[in-house]
């Protein structure tokens, strides 16, 4: 199929998926399970874009066949990015990954661009479409050098992503389609075609807002998840429960089922915050987010992409273009532990929200992912925990 094919299939699966989509979007998350984690309360919409001036788009590119993969974009702030550099790090937990845009990252501590999100294959789709994106922006018309922040996770046991469907003008619309308020989760965006833990996996948010006592900043938190190992829901073993887990032939001789996968797979976290920090502190966030991707069962597997990108929206610490000096204001260090249990908690949440989310999907050479059976999971959670 030409490139012209290709879109045209691509345009229509959009229109195909929309319904399917929406009615997705309705799948109560964990939490309206009564089953609630950690100490701190959710924000406003449990959402990466509970903090404020954060946004998120997605194109979900979905047939019945072999097409199921998309694109999600967050938007740091809705000023010119390029201008308005956010503080920001990145913190890789397995690096079994192509994420685009991390070394000037690392040495420069911000990020100029939305962060996009898409499947292994279509990383250059992804920074095509952020450096038009920044290009055309007013104010932009001289700039030569854009960095753009592209990660990703394999969605090929789902989805022909030799087929390369994604291509830049959805990375485009993906951008133009952002938003505030409640973000759609599941199979939609990045995560259309993606397996967590043998199960459905897909697109997973959630949020946590300090008391003012403890600073009253927000924590938001949006993962694209593929990845496995032996999973855990709120301290339950369900994953040993269900007998599906990595490793379990080799464990269980006896076991007449097939082996799940060996935890191989990918996982990307994005982490936003509108606390006063830098870059330093970022990646401080950065590691603590890891630790609540291992409260979900993940160990970060040898073939397990596992990166987590953070950044602040606190606006007196962008990067203007143009100053010869920036003033930053920080969080003393002994302010940030509750920003770091927060961080954990969110994460852990967006996770299990991405499987809790996700539907059952056929996909390329008729392989078929089931969706996380929820009701047993919720019954057997609230048995062991003596809850209602």
């Known amino acids: 199929m030409n490139r012209k094919g290709i879109l045209t299939a691509a345009l229509l699966a959009i229109f195909v998926a929309g319904s399917a989509t929406s009615a997705d ?8 399970y009564g089953i ?87 990383i250059a789709a992804g920074l095509n479409g952020l450096i038009t994106y920044t290009l055309q922006q007013p104010g932009n018309e001289k700039v030569k050098s854009v960095n753009a922040v592209v990660g990703e996770t394999n969605d090929g046991e789902l989805n022909n992503i030799r087929a390369r469907y994604v291509t830049p003008e959805h990375v485009l619309e993906a951008i133009s ?30 949020s946590r807002v300090l008391p003012k006592s403890l600073g009253g900043y927000t924590v938001g938190v949006l993962v694209q998840t593929n990845y496995g190992g032996i999973l855990e829901i709120a301290g339950v073993e369900v994953g040993k429960k269900l007998n599906s887990y990595s490793y379990r032939k080799s464990v269980e001789a006896e076991a007449k089922t097939e082996e799940a996968k060996k935890g ?16 330093r502190l970022l990646e401080r966030i950065a590691k603590r987010a890891f630790m609540g991707l291992s409260r979900t069962g993940s160990f970060a597997s040898n073939g397990s992409g596992d990166y987590i990108i953070a950044f602040s929206t606190y606006e007196d ?13 920080v969080l003393d260090n002994d302010e ?11 994460t852990a949440e967006a996770l299990w929200n991405s499987l809790f989310a996700a539907h059952t999907t056929k996909g390329i050479d ?15 959670i609230k ?5 209602k």
């Not at 048995?383 to 809850?387: A, I, P, R």
Request: glycine residues 12%.
């Open 36 to 122: 609630e984690y950690g100490i701190f309360k959710p924000g406003k919409y449990n959402a990466i874009t509970d903090v404020a001036g954060v946004t998120v788009g997605q194109v979900t590119l979905e047939n019945e066949g072999d097409m199921h993969t998309g694109v999600t974009a967050i938007i740091p702030h809705q000023g010119n990015i390029f201008k308005n550099k956010v503080p920001a790090a990145i913190y890789l937990g397995n690096a079994f990954g192509k994420l685009a845009g991390y070394s000037q990252v690392k040495e420069l501590g911000n990020i100029e661009t939305p962060i996009v999100l898409t499947n292994t294959l279509s």
């Open 177 to 206: 389609k952002a938003k505030g308020g409640p973000v759609e989760e599941g199979c939609v965006g990045a995560g259309t075609g993606t397996v967590c833990f043998s199960w459905k996996g897909g697109i997973g948010t959630s």
């Open 336 to 346: 940030m532990s509750p920003v770091f249990e927060a961080t954990v908690e969110a």
């Open 317 to 329: 610490n962008f990067v203007k273009n143009g100053k010869e000096t920036h003033n930053t204001v």
């Open 264 to 279: 191989d797979g990918s996982c990307m976290i994005v982490v936003a915050t509108d606390a006063p920090v830098d870059a």
């Open 366 to 380: 008729g392989n078929v992912i089931e969706e996380l059976p929820v009701e047993k999971v919720v019954k057997m």
């Open 25 to 32: 979007a309705q799948k109560k998350r964990m939490r309206d």
């Open 383 to 387: 048995k062991e925990k003596g809850l």
